[in-house]
């Protein structure tokens, strides 16, 4: 069984059906999945997007916002789920650490590398808040790259459909589901999975790319043990 993963979950995905703001019976939800994974000794890094409080690309579409405050202001909103995550988390018995890419020491640790991973071995979760820190860049990026800092055996997007379709399954009843592409393929295809950055980030480190459902209870613990039947994996 893989050891340490990073899983990245949408800002959204804490919304429910409200579509903005944090949901808690969805959070307590997501911290006893997770809590699953620490009791089979997987050591778990979490990334969660932001776009339940605000989306840095809408919040600049207008002009009168300048896309790199806009940005910031995102990673802001990332923070704030980051410390609804850990307070779930604990609230669930578990240890969790939160570190961002911006300095808010009154809240969180500064990210540092060795320390996440000290604190991974401990058997802490670790949040990783406010993306990579820079403007211009997804927290798909941000996700894959604390993946390959901390030497993650794999990345599961948690999304609301069971893998990646070559076509939105919401809206074509003929969607076929991938089980496997390259990172080639979802490159070229520009296949909805993550942001081509981060796929070309993955593909640069061999870091396997696990889409799934989130809500399919259990599926996190079943895909690091090897069940892929109910995902696809782009590697």
């Given amino acids: 069984m893989n050891k340490r993963v990073l899983v990245k979950f949408s800002g959204e995905a804490l919304a429910g059906a409200e579509g903005y703001g944090i949901d808690t019976q969805i959070l307590d939800y997501i911290a006893e999945e997770i809590k699953s994974l620490v009791e089979n000794n997987i050591q778990v890094g979490i990334v969660i997007g932001g776009g339940n409080i605000i989306r840095g690309v809408?919040?600049?579409?207008?002009?009168?916002?300048?896309?790199?405050?806009?940005?910031?202001?995102?990673?802001?909103?990332?923070?704030?789920?980051g410390i609804a995550m850990q307070e779930a988390l604990e609230y669930k018995g578990l240890s969790a650490r939160l570190q961002t890419a911006i300095k808010m020491e009154q809240i969180a640790e500064p990210f540092i590398?060795?320390?996440?991973?000290?604190?991974?071995?401990?058997?802490?979760?670790?949040i990783f808040g406010a993306g990579t820190g820079n403007p211009y860049f997804t927290t798909?990026?941000?996700?894959?790259?604390?993946?390959?800092?901390?030497?993650?055996?794999?990345?599961?997007?948690?999304?609301?459909?069971?893998?990646?379709?070559?076509?939105?399954?919401?809206?074509y009843s003929d969607a076929k589901k991938l089980e496997?592409?390259?990172?080639?393929?979802?490159?070229?295809?520009?296949?909805?999975?993550m942001d081509d950055t981060a796929i070309a980030l993955?593909?640069?480190?061999?870091?396997?790319?696990?889409?799934?459902?989130?809500?399919?209870?259990?599926?996190?613990?079943?895909?690091?043990?090897?069940?892929?039947?109910?995902?696809?994996?782009?590697?």
Avoid: F, Q
């Fill in 180 to 193: 496997t592409l390259s990172y080639d393929k979802a490159l070229e295809d520009h296949i909805k999975v």
């Fill in 58 to 81: 809408t919040a600049a579409a207008d002009g009168v916002i300048k896309r790199t405050s806009a940005d910031y202001m995102g990673m802001l909103g990332t923070v704030i789920n």
């Fill in 140 to 171: 798909d990026t941000g996700a894959t790259l604390r993946a390959t800092e901390i030497g993650a055996s794999m990345l599961i997007k948690a999304t609301k459909v069971d893998g990646v379709y070559d076509k939105d399954p919401m809206k």
């Fill in 202 to 235: 993955a593909k640069d480190n061999k870091l396997p790319i696990v889409v799934a459902n989130m809500s399919e209870k259990g599926n996190l613990l079943k895909i690091i043990s090897g069940d892929y039947s109910k995902c696809s994996i782009v590697k």
């Fill in 113 to 126: 590398v060795r320390k996440a991973m000290r604190h991974l071995e401990k058997g802490r979760v670790v």
